[in-house]
Every structure is written in C-alpha cells, then in structure tokens.
C-alpha cells in the first residue's frame, strides 16, 4: 500500500511539474528570405520570392537604365534581372560568377533580383523584427520594414513590393 501511494505521489508530482513546464505560444512568424550584398545581410518576406536561382545567364539588353541588368530565361518565361546594388547604393560586387537570383513579385511587378549570396531562408518570430532606426540614409527610408538580428548580424528587412512600384515609377 506505501508503494503504491508513493507511485501515486510520484505521477501527481510529475503531472504538476509537467504542466508547469508547457508554455504553448503561438507567436505569428515570417518566412525571411536573408541575402548578402556586400559583406551587409538583407531580407525580403519569403511570400514575394517565388525561387530562388543559382548560375544563370544574363543576357544584356541595349538602352536599359544602368539598374537593369537584363534578362534570363527561366523556363521559357523571360524575366527582367534587377541590380539590388544600384538601387542601395552599394558598390556592385567584384565577382558576379557567385551570384544568386532571387525571382520576386510586388506591386504588380515581377523581376529577379541579383544577390551576392543567399545566407538562409528562415522563420522568424514578428515580435523579433523592429521598426527601421530613425537614422537611416534617406534612400533607404521609404524601403527598410523592419531589423532584426540573425546569427548575431543586423539584417535590414526591404519591403519589396516598394521597392517594385519605385522601380517601375521611375522607368515611366
């Protein structure tokens, strides 16, 4: 009979312990998809990036602003490639043999994005990812969503669907 109070005991033990050790939060996520332009971590919201491409060619278009790289065909569709380097204004990498591709859609728009490298794609918690610092470039203001710390780098969060309708709006 001891026996089995102490087992009786010992499950209601465990069950209070258990209970107190499940914390069940469900905390809204973001698909990110986090890239690298010169040496700097970037993302864009994994729903806006349909794939991702690795050793494509490009094939050059005459009469294109400097930010259009030209085209490629991704299985049959032909896809305009973007220079994410221009349009921050980072220094256009050394070598683009390396290159990753990013196929996007925003604003109506679809296009390819080229990267320096694609670090990850990843889930993360929302209440992780902050409001842009007030002491961003101007530039930037208007496209930055959002910072958040990955593998102990900042990564600057772009609103691509912006970055998509300011592209467009200044070809027309």
Not at 102 to 122: C, Y
């Amino acid at each position: 009979m001891n026996k089995q109070e102490m087992t009786l005991d010992q499950v209601l033990s465990q069950r209070r312990e258990a209970k107190r050790e499940i914390v069940n939060v469900d905390e809204p996520t973001a698909k990110l998809v986090i890239f690298e332009l010169q040496g700097d971590w970037f993302a864009f919201q994994g729903e806006k990036i349909r794939e991702i491409l690795s050793q494509v060619d490009v094939f050059f278009v005459p009469g294109c602003p400097t930010s259009l790289e030209g085209v490629i065909n991704v299985r049959g569709d032909i896809e305009s490639v973007i220079s994410l380097h221009e349009l921050l204004q980072l220094p256009e990498s050394v070598d683009m043999s390396s290159s990753s591709y990013l196929l996007g859609s925003g604003a109506g728009m679809s296009s390819t994005i080229r990267v320096d490298k694609v670090v990850d794609v990843v889930d993360v918690l929302l209440s992780n990812i902050h409001k842009p610092p007030t002491t961003l470039p101007e530039h930037l203001r208007a496209i930055v969503s959002g910072i958040l710390q990955f593998k102990e780098k900042t990564v600057t969060a772009l609103d691509l669907d912006r970055i998509f309708a300011d592209y467009s709006h200044g070809l027309g």
